[in-house]
C-alpha cells in the first residue's frame, strides 16, 4: 500500500526498505513507535531488489545470513542452497515484510532528499523527490552501505548503439545474451558472479579487468533434507556461535598462526578451505595472522596464485589472473565465485587488460582502449559503489545550525560507534561507517543496530527526554580507535572500496570498524549500561 495520505508526523521515520529498514519498521513498532519507511524501489529488498544480474548471490551462508530475530521465521523458511541466489533472497525478504505486516508502513518510489533537523522542536523533517515532507522525532538512515553504483562515465557512452547495463540497476525481465557479443568491464565481486553464467549465453564475452583480486571457490551445493534437519535442531547454537566469531559468520577459525605450523601443515589447511565443504571465508579464517602479518598473507596469496595457475590452461591469462604481490589477500573484499578462473578456458572468452591499455572511450559500435577496439551488442558495467558514504551523502542532511553531513564529512565519514554523527541529533545510521558492518555478516550486524538504537530511543523516550546527541569528543575518540585499530592491520593497505579507493577524489579513510564483531558488541553494551556514554539526552 502506498502510504502517501497516511500520517506524516511520526515518531521514527526509516528510509530504505532493505534488511535494515525492515527490521526497523519491526522493532519500532514492537516498542510502541509510530514509524514510516520511506523507499525509493519499487518493493522491498535493498541490494536484492537492485542486483538483479545473472549469478547474482550472497557469499555468506543462507542460514546465517537471514534474520535471527523471530525463531518461528527461522524454523519455517528453507533455503535451497548453501549461498542462495537472489531471486530467493528476494522471495524471503518479501515473505518478511508479508509475515510481519510491514508493507503498509512503507512508501514505495519514492527518494529522500533533504532532512533538516529543527532544534527548536527537536525533530527532522525530510523531503522528497515526490515533493512531499515527513517530519519525525527521530530518523533513521537505513539507506545502505552498497546502493549507489559508480555510474560509468566513459567518454562516448551516450553514442553506443548496443545496450548497456549497471549490475546494481538491472532490468527485472532480465537481459538475453545469446548470439551476442558482450562487454563486462570489473571483476569485483559482481563481475567474478556474473562472468561464468554469462560466458555460457552469449556468443562471445570480453572481460576488462583493470586490477586482478583473489576469488575462492563458493563450493555451493544444494541444502538436502537432512542439512536443514540438522541446521534448524541446531539453529540456536549456530547463531551464539556466530554472534561470538569475529565477523559474525559461523565457520571454523584455526587460532594459530600461518607462521607456526610447518609448509606442509599450512598447505593442508588452505587446500581444505579451498575444496572443503562451504569453502568462501573460510580461507580467510584459516590461520589468525592472515590479515594482520606479511609472510602469513604472502602465504595464502601463493596458495591462491598456484591455485589459479593450476586452473588456467593458457599461462599469459593466468598470470594476468593472478593478483600482482601489492595487493594483500583479502585487503580488497574477497570475491567467492563458482566457475570463475574455469570460464577463461573457454574458446569464447577474452581477458583484456585494462591497466595496461587503459578504456579511452566507448564508440557507437564498443569499446576503444589505448591499444585495439572492441565491437560490442552489450557493455555491463560490474564497476561497484560509492560504498558506505554515498547513500548518505546523496541526501542533503542538515543538522544543528544548519551544517551539512557532507560539509562534515569532507575528509571521510565520522560516527559515534558508527550509529551516531556529532550534531546531527536524534538520527541514527545503520550499519554504517564506523562498525563492522561490511566486514561482518550484514544482516547479523544490522539486527545489533536496530536493538542497540530501539533501545536507545525507548530509554530517551521513557525518561522523557526528546533530544538525543553523541558529543564531539566521543565522536573524535571513536573515529581516532577506528583508525587505530584498522593500522594493526593490512586491511588500510589495499586500494579498495574499504578505503574509498574505487572513487576518484574520495578521501581515503579506512571506514569499517575492523575490531570485531564480539568486542564491538561489548563496547555497545557498556556505553549503554553507563547510561548511553558519549550521548547527551536532554
Ligand atoms: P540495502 O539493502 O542497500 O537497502 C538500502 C535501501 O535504501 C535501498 O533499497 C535503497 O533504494 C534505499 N535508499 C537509499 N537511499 C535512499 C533515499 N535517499 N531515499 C529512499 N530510499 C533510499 N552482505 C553480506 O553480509 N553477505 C552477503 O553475502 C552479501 N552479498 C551481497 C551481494 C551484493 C550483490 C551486494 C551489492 C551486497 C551484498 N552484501 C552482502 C551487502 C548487502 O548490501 C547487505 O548485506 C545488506 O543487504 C544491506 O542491507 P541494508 O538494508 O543495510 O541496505
Ligand atoms: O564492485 P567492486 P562490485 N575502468 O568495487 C572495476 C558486495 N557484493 O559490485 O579494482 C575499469 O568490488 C574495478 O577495478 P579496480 C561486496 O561487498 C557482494 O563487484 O578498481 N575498471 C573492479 O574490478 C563487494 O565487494 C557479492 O581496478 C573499473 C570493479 O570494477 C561489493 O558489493 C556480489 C573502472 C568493481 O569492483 C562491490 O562489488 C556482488 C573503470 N573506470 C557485490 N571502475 C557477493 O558475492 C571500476 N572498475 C555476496
Redesign the pocket.
Not at 528510509?15 to 529498514?21: D, E
Not at 519514492?110 to 532528499?113: H, K, L, S
Given at each position: 500500500m502506498n502510504a502517501s495520505n497516511q500520517q506524516k508526523s511520526l515518531d521514527v521515520v526509516i528510509?530504505?526498505?532493505?534488511?535494515?529498514?525492515l527490521y526497523q519498521l519491526h522493532r519500532a513498532r514492537k516498542a510502541g513507535l509510530t514509524a514510516r519507511v520511506?523507499?525509493?524501489?519499487e518493493d522491498v529488498?535493498?541490494?536484492?531488489?537492485?542486483?538483479r544480474y545473472p549469478g547474482?548471490r550472497?557469499?555468506?551462508e543462507s542460514l546465517d545470513?537471514s534474520f535471527s530475530f523471530d525463531k518461528e521465521l527461522e524454523q519455517e523458511w528453507t533455503w535451497s542452497e548453501r549461498y542462495a541466489t537472489q531471486p530467493e533472497i528476494l522471495r524471503y525478504i518479501r515473505h518478511v515484510a508479508e509475515r510481519f505486516d510491514l508493507r503498509r508502513d512503507i512508501q514505495f518510489r519514492?527518494?529522500?532528499?533533504r532532512a533538516v533537523f529543527d532544534e527548536r522542536a527537536k525533530r527532522w523533517t525530510l523531503e522528497t523527490d515526490a515533493g512531499e515532507s515527513f517530519d519525525a522525532q527521530f530518523c533513521v538512515m537505513?539507506?545502505?552501505?552498497?546502493?549507489i553504483a559508480q555510474a560509468p562515465n566513459f567518454k562516448g557512452l551516450h553514442s553506443f548503439a548496443g545496450t548497456w547495463y549497471h549490475s546494481?540497476d538491472w532490468p527485472k525481465q532480465g537481459v538475453d545474451f545469446a548470439g551476442k557479443r558482450v562487454g563486462v568491464i570489473g571483476t569485483g565481486?559482481?563481475g567474478v558472479q556474473m562472468i561464468p553464467l554469462i560466458a555460457e549465453q552469449a556468443d562471445h564475452l570480453t572481460v576488462f579487468q583493470r586490477t586482478a583480486n583473489f576469488s575462492v571457490p563458493a563450493q555451493n551445493e544444494p541444502l538436502d533434507d537432512e542439512a536443514v534437519r540438522h541446521a534448524k535442531a541446531h539453529y540456536r547454537e549456530r547463531r551464539a556461535r556466530a554472534r561470538e566469531a569475529n565477523n559474525g559468520l559461523y565457520l571454523e577459525a584455526v587460532d594459530k598462526s600461518a607462521l607456526e605450523v610447518s609448509e606442509e601443515e599450512r598447505l593442508r589447511e588452505f587446500e581444505f578451505r579451498w575444496r572443503g565443504a562451504g569453502g568462501g571465508f573460510r580461507m580467510l579464517r584459516a590461520f589468525n595472522d592472515l590479515l594482520v602479518n606479511e609472510k602469513a598473507n604472502e602465504y595464502v596469496s601463493d596458495f591462491v596464485r598456484s591455485k589459479i595457475r593450476a586452473i588456467v590452461r593458457d599461462p599469459k591469462v593466468a598470470e594476468l589472473l593472478c593478483p600482482k604481490k601489492e595487493l594483500r589477500f583479502g585487503t580488497k573484499r574477497l570475491c567467492v565465485d563458482s566457475g570463475y578462473y574455469e570460464t577463461f578456458n573457454r574458446p569464447n572468452v577474452t581477458l583484456v587488460d585494462v591497466k595496461a591499455a587503459p578504456i579511452e572511450e566507448v564508440t557507437p559500435r564498443g569499446l576503444r582502449t589505448s591499444a585495439q577496439v572492441y565491437e560490442l551488442d552489450i557493455l555491463v558495467f560490474a564497476t561497484g559503489?560509492d560504498a558506505m558514504t554515498g547513500?548518505l551523502r546523496?541526501?542533503d542532511i542538515r543538522g544543528v545550525g544548519g551544517v551539512t553531513l557532507g560539509e562534515r564529512w569532507q575528509h571521510g565519514p565520522r560516527t559515534y560507534l558508527g550509529v551516531s554523527c556529532a550534531g546531527f541529533p536524534n538520527m541514527f545510521i545503520?550499519?554504517g561507517p564506523g562498525s563492522p558492518s561490511?566486514l561482518?555478516?550484514?544482516?547479523h550486524s544490522?539486527e545489533e543496530h536496530v536493538d542497540w538504537v530501539t533501545r536507545l530511543i525507548q530509554h530517551a523516550r521513557e525518561t522523557k527526554r526528546a533530544y538525543v546527541a553523541c558529543d564531539l569528543e566521543a565522536e573524535n575518540e571513536w573515529v581516532h580507535h577506528v583508525n587505530e585499530v584498522a593500522d594493526r592491520t593490512l586491511y588500510p593497505r589495499g586500494n579498495s572500496w574499504y578505503v574509498g579507493a574505487n572513487i576518484p577524489g574520495k578521501p581515503r579513510i579506512f571506514m569499517p570498524y575492523v575490531g570485531g564483531v564480539p568486542a564491538y558488541r561489548k563496547i555497545l553494551n557498556e556505553v549503554a549500561d553507563a547510561g548511553y556514554r558519549g550521548f547527551v539526552l536532554s
Open positions: 528510509v530504505g526498505a532493505g534488511f535494515a529498514g520511506i523507499e525509493a524501489g529488498g535493498g541490494t536484492w531488489y537492485w542486483n547474482a550472497c557469499d555468506v545470513y519514492t527518494r529522500v532528499t537505513a539507506t545502505g552501505c552498497l546502493s546494481a565481486s559482481s559503489f547513500a546523496a541526501i545503520i550499519a561490511v561482518s555478516n550484514v544482516v544490522i
